[in-house]
């Protein structure tokens, strides 16, 4: 088409006015819109946080002006330019500006260029690595999360030497301790599909990818460096949530970060007494059990309320030494349990499917767990139900003996202090690191 | 007015326009090769595939208002919702639509009596039903619950067969897809009339050219990934098991290297029906033709380029930066867009018809669109909001604030040359009104609960964000009630909305020169092109408006011709 262009001057004054005058009002609107920014964001509890909302509010500025420019030209459009009724008559036959065409091509451009070196400088140092990471009592710590359908477990593999000399490693389930100033750098590794870390208040998020087991797997990253947020109380607790899509379960997991006040109270109010318990283990089986059973994700898919599980996947735990002795003719309650962590495909309770793991013996298995943590696994299920089935009084001998009948394993009750925490789900995950993972869970 | 020509044989079509009857409904039913059946068969379809993912997105805003599981029996059941609901929405509804209209309109525009393959086209449309029971019948079957981007391992190794069946659905209608852009694209290169050049062809055209060239280099991509995951699946291949040496993330590249450029498949059509709909109902010239036209090309060369900008928390990091690149560039094409129609629309005549208010609206939802995929660029700032419920507002805000507005645009844009009646204005102007309100309030909320740290896909969350997810539900209703108004319209319209005549917009393009409906064969004889499809304003076109008014007038032409 020859553009014949009728002789309308090229940009016309009251169309610069009317935009000058929108472009003035939208940065006024926008900063007063900016005020309510925090009602719309999680507390900034990281120093990335900080970087990442600065770079909001200027794309907020940025858009809201785009955002008022254009609905505001629609609002002057509708307003001023009806037809009026009747009125079959064209408008102006113009069809075109190149020159406001390269300015609203060029300007775009300009701002693009902008925001991506701003977004380029935030993310490079966001994303850098640290110096000094995850310090604890003066040395760099490891500490790994491990996803599975549907539950974060968090593993610190500590500096501190067990009685055998090997490292002791700290399971603190779905919550993630730290405090503030505390550079974390997390390693973070996936059982079974895609999953995704993600911290809100802390403004990270890293996807889990599951990689050969045979190579070390696929571990992943993610930092961030907690920071003071006024007016909070300490410990503060932030939510941990699964952003991938991954199952049944996915809105369910989630997990907790802890931010300590400062180093000394995370050692005092976490660590220390982690250590504790990990070289005094108490002897009593059951109190045993209660600590192992919460070391595995069984949380993420059974009841009990003893421990204030609710998950719904699986069957409900509540009362569960009432029920086990008279599944299976002939068998006994400590035999039901034992067969039922162990090989759990072996029983399916009407109205469930086939859904739980195999745990077991075998050390090169995702799902390792020693038949001393079994022994104190029923023993701390026995104990959940108004009238047992298990012979509660001869524990020690009953459980071993159903370990032996249904496995053929003898079972070490000496409580021997290797096997304290040799339970660690993600070992065979490892790969790369086994030198440290092999060393605490022979 | 030497240089008006209007189509030849316009001295019999005064009779020839009453005598054109609307095809039987029986017609719809079965198989045709006219282009204009074919148009009609894809946008009942779709619409009806439309109303299915529009009831289950009810039921997830149902079991979204709690923060606890009530609705469903289970997550894996909610899963299975809003994976069909996603499947159904892209693979059923938008992409199948704008061939509908793409089907009906564009030969028409080009003057042609039909597509260049009308019986590839027939083929194309006839494979969308098995495909969709296809689709479909997964449901029952052990269903597809990873999402419609059904990420590996989840999708191989813990779904059930319900996946094998989406991802052979999924086949078929990428095939469908194919083969109607292969059409396109030769039926706009090769069958304008003389007078027509590339750059006199209407911005639909343009539009429909861009975008069927995305689909046919981009869809291999999708059937190449989809059958790399059924070898998975049922062969015993490992492309996807890490354990057998596969890479989870060689699904999401090949998938989102067809599934970026297919955002740009469902919205640029929309683009295209927009540059129409406001020139028109504007009485103005779109704003710099050229550039709206070739923004379409440099949109989908651009969209190429992209596709990472979903995996910004799986890539490796020093991967990221260039995406984020490439994707903040889609911005400055997508612009020259918006101003172009502001352009377009400053200082006309707007007349204020339901088409015009849903293009009005389109603009006014899609720049929100624009602005936070912009945000979603910025990489440090995706890292936060990436796969909660800020993506699904972004997306739903291009998809259903662009793609669905542009939809209805057309539909009471085109229902007239359809159908040969009008549509109820009135009724039109209450849709509207929903719909707007309806859609504005139902994902506007969703940016801040997505901020505060709602992931998306949950079927649970926490008590804190019930407010905000009741105000979504509750818009998300009324505008699923809008839906009806709309259906109602038609039907009501169809049957008795007021006669429209040839040219009811006194519109400029060829489909207007013809009777509504148009003959079989679409024109009496080889029509002549307007020298200028948007030149409104001068005396050439009213004139030529003012000739075609008096051709397909019933009752003869000499009195207005005389005029």
């Given at each position: 088409?020859d553009?014949?262009?009728?002789?309308i001057?090229?940009?016309s004054p009251?169309a610069?006015?009317?935009?000058?005058?929108f472009?003035?009002?939208?940065?006024?609107?926008?900063?007063w819109?900016?005020?309510f920014?925090?009602l719309?964001?999680?507390?900034?509890?990281?120093a990335?946080?900080?970087?990442?909302d600065?770079?909001?509010?200027?794309?907020m500025?940025i858009?809201?002006?785009?955002?008022?420019?254009?609905?505001?030209?629609?609002?002057?459009?509708?307003?001023?330019?009806r037809a009026?009724?009747?009125?079959?008559?064209?408008?102006?036959?113009?069809?075109?500006?190149p020159?406001?065409?390269?300015?609203?091509?060029?300007?775009p451009a300009l701002?693009?260029?902008?925001l991506?070196?701003v977004?380029?400088?935030?993310?490079?140092?966001n994303s850098e690595?640290?110096?000094?990471?995850?310090?604890?009592?003066?040395?760099?710590?490891?500490?790994k999360?491990?996803?599975?359908?549907?539950?974060?477990t968090?593993?610190?593999?500590?500096?501190?030497?067990?009685?055998?000399?090997?490292p002791?490693v700290?399971?603190?389930g779905d919550k993630?301790?730290?405090y503030?100033?505390q550079?974390?750098?997390?390693?973070?590794?996936?059982?079974?599909v895609?999953?995704?870390?993600?911290?809100?208040?802390?403004?990270?998020?890293?996807?889990l990818l599951?990689?050969?087991?045979d190579?070390?797997?696929?571990?992943?990253?993610?930092?961030?460096t907690?920071?003071?947020?006024?007016?909070?109380?300490?410990?503060?607790e932030?939510?941990?949530?699964?952003?991938?899509?991954?199952?049944?379960?996915?809105?369910?997991?989630?997990?907790?970060?802890?931010?300590?006040?400062d180093?000394?109270?995370?050692?005092a109010q976490f660590?220390?007494?982690?250590?504790?318990?990990?070289?005094?283990?108490?002897?009593?089986?059951?109190?045993?059990?209660?600590?192992?059973?919460?070391?595995?994700?069984?949380?993420?898919?059974?009841?009990l309320?003893s421990?204030?599980?609710s998950?719904?996947?699986?069957?409900?735990?509540n009362?569960?030494a009432?029920?086990a002795?008279?599944r299976?003719?002939g068998?006994?309650?400590?035999?039901?349990?034992?067969?039922?962590?162990?090989?759990?495909?072996a029983?399916?309770v009407p109205?469930?499917t086939e859904?739980?793991?195999?745990?077991g013996?075998?050390?090169?298995?995702?799902n390792?767990?020693?038949?001393?943590?079994l022994?104190?696994?029923?023993?701390?299920l026995?104990?959940?139900?108004?009238q047992?089935?298990?012979d509660?009084?001869?524990?020690?001998?009953?459980?071993?003996?159903?370990?032996?009948?249904a496995?053929?394993l003898?079972?070490?009750?000496?409580?021997?202090?290797d096997?304290?925490?040799?339970?660690?789900?993600?070992?065979?995950?490892?790969?790369?690191?086994?030198?440290?993972?092999?060393s605490?869970?022979? | 007015?030497?240089?008006?020509a209007?189509?030849l044989?316009?001295?019999?079509q005064g009779?020839?326009?009453?005598?054109?009857?609307?095809?039987?409904?029986?017609?719809?039913?079965?198989?045709?090769v006219?282009?204009?059946?074919?148009?009609?068969?894809?946008g009942?379809?779709?619409f009806?595939?439309?109303?299915?993912?529009g009831?289950?997105?009810?039921?997830?805003?149902?079991e979204?208002?709690?923060?606890?599981?009530d609705?469903?029996?289970?997550?894996a059941?909610?899963?299975?919702l809003?994976?069909?609901?996603?499947?159904?929405?892209i693979?059923l509804?938008?992409?199948p639509?704008?061939?509908?209209?793409?089907?009906?309109?564009?030969?028409?525009?080009?003057?042609?009596?039909?597509m260049?393959?009308?019986?590839l086209?027939?083929f194309?449309?006839?494979?969308?039903?098995?495909a969709?029971?296809?689709?479909?019948?997964?449901y029952?079957?052990?269903?597809?619950?990873?999402g419609?981007?059904?990420?590996p391992?989840?999708?191989?190794?813990?779904?059930?067969?319900?996946?094998?069946?989406?991802?052979l659905?999924?086949h078929?209608?990428?095939?469908?897809?194919?083969?109607?852009?292969i059409?396109?694209?030769?039926?706009?290169?090769?069958?304008?009339p003389?007078?027509?050049?590339?750059?006199?062809?209407?911005?639909l055209?343009?539009?429909?050219?861009?975008t069927s060239?995305i689909?046919?280099m981009?869809?291999?991509?999708l059937?190449?990934?989809?059958?790399?995951?059924?070898?998975?699946?049922?062969?015993?291949?490992?492309?996807?098991?890490?354990?057998?040496?596969?890479?989870?993330?060689?699904?999401?590249n090949?998938?989102?290297?067809?599934s970026h450029?297919?955002?740009?498949?469902?919205?640029?059509?929309?683009?295209?029906?927009?540059?129409?709909?406001?020139s028109?109902?504007s009485?103005?010239?779109?704003?710099?033709?050229?550039?709206?036209?070739l923004?379409?090309?440099?949109?989908?060369?651009?969209?190429f380029?992209?596709w990472?900008?979903?995996m910004f928390?799986?890539?490796?990091?020093?991967?990221r930066?260039?995406f984020?690149?490439?994707t903040?560039?889609?911005?400055?094409?997508?612009?020259?867009?918006?101003?172009?129609?502001?352009?377009t629309?400053?200082?006309?005549?707007?007349h204020?018809?339901s088409?015009?208010?849903?293009g009005?609206?389109?603009?006014?939802?899609?720049?929100?669109?624009?602005i936070?995929?912009?945000?979603?660029?910025?990489?440090?700032?995706d890292?936060?909001?990436?796969?909660?419920?800020?993506?699904?507002s972004?997306?739903?805000?291009?998809?259903?604030?662009?793609?669905?507005?542009?939809?209805?645009?057309?539909l009471?844009h085109?229902?007239?040359?359809v159908?040969g009646r009008?549509?109820?204005?009135r009724?039109?102007?209450i849709?509207?009104?929903?719909?707007?309100?309806?859609?504005?309030?139902?994902?506007?909320?969703?940016?801040?609960?997505?901020?505060?740290?709602?992931p998306?896909?949950?079927?649970?969350?926490?008590?804190?964000?019930q407010p905000?997810?009741?105000?979504i539900?509750?818009?998300?209703?009324?505008?699923?009630?809008?839906?009806?108004?709309?259906?109602?319209?038609?039907?009501?319209?169809?049957?008795?909305?007021?006669?429209a005549?040839?040219?009811?917009?006194?519109?400029l393009?060829?489909?207007?020169?013809?009777?509504?409906p148009?003959?079989?064969?679409?024109?009496?004889?080889?029509p002549?092109?307007?020298?200028?499809?948007?030149?409104?304003?001068?005396?050439?076109?009213?004139?030529y408006?003012?000739?075609?008014?008096?051709a397909?007038?019933?009752?003869?032409?000499?009195?207005r011709?005389?005029?």
């Amino acid at each position: 088409m020859d553009n014949s262009r009728s002789n309308i001057p090229s940009i016309s004054p009251a169309a610069v006015v009317v935009t000058a005058v929108f472009l003035l009002v939208s940065i006024i609107g926008v900063n007063w819109f900016t005020t309510f920014v925090p009602l719309v964001l999680p507390p900034q509890a990281s120093a990335e946080s900080k970087s990442v909302d600065e770079l909001f509010y200027i794309l907020m500025i940025i858009g809201g002006v785009v955002f008022f420019l254009i609905q505001g030209m629609l609002l002057i459009s509708v307003l001023f330019f009806r037809a009026r009724d009747g009125d079959l008559g064209d408008g102006p036959t113009y069809h075109g500006n190149p020159l406001l065409e390269i300015v609203w091509t060029i300007i775009p451009a300009l701002v693009i260029v902008f925001l991506a070196v701003v977004s380029y400088n935030i993310w490079t140092q966001n994303s850098e690595p640290k110096a000094a990471v995850n310090m604890i009592d003066g040395e760099e710590t490891k500490i790994k999360v491990t996803g599975a359908r549907y539950a974060w477990t968090h593993t610190y593999e500590t500096n501190r030497l067990d009685a055998d000399g090997d490292p002791i490693v700290i399971n603190s389930g779905d919550k993630l301790h730290t405090y503030i100033g505390q550079n974390v750098d997390l390693e973070l590794r996936t059982q079974d599909v895609i999953h995704s870390y993600w911290v809100p208040a802390m403004r990270v998020k890293q996807d889990l990818l599951p990689g050969n087991p045979d190579f070390g797997g696929r571990p992943t990253d993610i930092r961030f460096t907690p920071i003071r947020v006024e007016g909070a109380a300490y410990p503060a607790e932030y939510p941990i949530v699964c952003a991938e899509l991954c199952g049944d379960g996915h809105g369910r997991m989630r997990g907790t970060v802890v931010v300590h006040e400062d180093e000394s109270q995370f050692l005092a109010q976490f660590f220390e007494p982690a250590i504790y318990a990990i070289l005094n283990p108490p002897a009593d089986p059951v109190l045993r059990g209660e600590i192992v059973i919460q070391e595995y994700i069984c949380n993420s898919c059974h009841t009990l309320d003893s421990l204030e599980w609710s998950s719904r996947t699986g069957p409900s735990l509540n009362g569960i030494a009432e029920r086990a002795g008279e599944r299976v003719a002939g068998q006994s309650a400590e035999e039901y349990i034992a067969i039922s962590v162990w090989n759990a495909p072996a029983f399916v309770v009407p109205g469930y499917t086939e859904q739980m793991a195999v745990f077991g013996p075998d050390q090169t298995d995702a799902n390792h767990m020693t038949a001393e943590e079994l022994y104190s696994i029923v023993a701390f299920l026995c104990t959940q139900g108004e009238q047992s089935d298990c012979d509660l009084e001869n524990l020690t001998e009953a459980i071993p003996q159903a370990i032996k009948t249904a496995f053929g394993l003898e079972v070490d009750i000496s409580f021997g202090q290797d096997d304290a925490e040799a339970s660690q789900p993600e070992a065979a995950a490892d790969g790369s690191d086994e030198s440290e993972a092999d060393s605490e869970s022979d | 007015m030497a240089t008006i020509a209007v189509p030849l044989g316009a001295q019999e079509q005064g009779q020839a326009a009453e005598a054109v009857q609307r095809p039987a409904l029986s017609e719809y039913l079965r198989w045709s090769v006219d282009h204009k059946i074919i148009g009609v068969q894809y946008g009942v379809a779709s619409f009806l595939f439309f109303l299915i993912g529009g009831a289950m997105a009810m039921g997830i805003r149902l079991e979204l208002w709690t923060p606890d599981l009530d609705l469903m029996v289970s997550g894996a059941a909610y899963n299975s919702l809003f994976t069909f609901h996603g499947t159904i929405m892209i693979f059923l509804f938008i992409i199948p639509m704008w061939a509908a209209v793409g089907n009906f309109v564009v030969p028409l525009q080009l003057g042609a009596k039909d597509m260049a393959f009308p019986w590839l086209n027939a083929f194309a449309f006839w494979l969308i039903p098995p495909a969709a029971v296809v689709v479909l019948l997964g449901y029952f079957v052990s269903p597809a619950e990873a999402g419609w981007t059904s990420y590996p391992p989840l999708s191989t190794l813990f779904s059930g067969d319900g996946q094998t069946l989406w991802a052979l659905g999924a086949h078929l209608l990428g095939i469908s897809s194919i083969m109607g852009s292969i059409n396109f694209i030769v039926t706009i290169l090769n069958m304008r009339p003389p007078q027509m050049t590339l750059w006199r062809m209407p911005l639909l055209c343009w539009a429909v050219l861009a975008t069927s060239i995305i689909a046919v280099m981009a869809t291999p991509f999708l059937a190449g990934a989809l059958t790399l995951l059924l070898l998975d699946r049922v062969a015993g291949t490992t492309f996807f098991d890490a354990a057998g040496g596969g890479d989870v993330l060689l699904w999401q590249n090949i998938f989102w290297f067809y599934s970026h450029p297919a955002v740009y498949i469902m919205v640029l059509p929309g683009m295209g029906v927009l540059s129409e709909v406001l020139s028109v109902h504007s009485r103005k010239p779109v704003f710099g033709y050229r550039m709206v036209g070739l923004s379409s090309m440099g949109i989908a060369f651009v969209g190429f380029t992209v596709w990472a900008h979903h995996m910004f928390t799986s890539l490796q990091p020093e991967l990221r930066i260039p995406f984020m690149i490439t994707t903040m560039i889609i911005a400055v094409p997508t612009g020259i867009k918006m101003f172009s129609w502001l352009g377009t629309i400053w200082g006309g005549k707007i007349h204020f018809t339901s088409a015009m208010l849903f293009g009005l609206g389109f603009m006014s939802m899609f720049v929100i669109g624009g602005i936070t995929g912009v945000m979603l660029a910025a990489l440090p700032f995706d890292i936060h909001v990436h796969d909660t419920y800020f993506v699904v507002s972004h997306f739903h805000f291009v998809l259903f604030g662009g793609s669905v507005f542009a939809i209805y645009a057309a539909l009471y844009h085109w229902f007239p040359k359809v159908t040969g009646r009008m549509m109820n204005e009135r009724l039109g102007r209450i849709h509207f009104a929903f719909t707007y309100f309806g859609f504005l309030f139902t994902f506007f909320p969703m940016h801040i609960v997505g901020m505060l740290g709602m992931p998306r896909r949950v079927a649970v969350y926490v008590p804190e964000f019930q407010p905000w997810n009741q105000l979504i539900s509750f818009s998300a209703f009324v505008l699923g009630f809008s839906t009806f108004i709309v259906i109602y319209n038609v039907i009501k319209s169809y049957y008795h909305g007021p006669i429209a005549g040839a040219n009811p917009w006194r519109a400029l393009t060829l489909e207007w020169a013809t009777t509504s409906p148009p003959p079989v064969t679409n024109f009496v004889d080889d029509p002549i092109p307007f020298e200028d499809p948007y030149g409104y304003g001068t005396e050439a076109a009213a004139a030529y408006v003012e000739a075609v008014e008096a051709a397909f007038s019933p009752g003869g032409s000499a009195a207005r011709t005389e005029r």
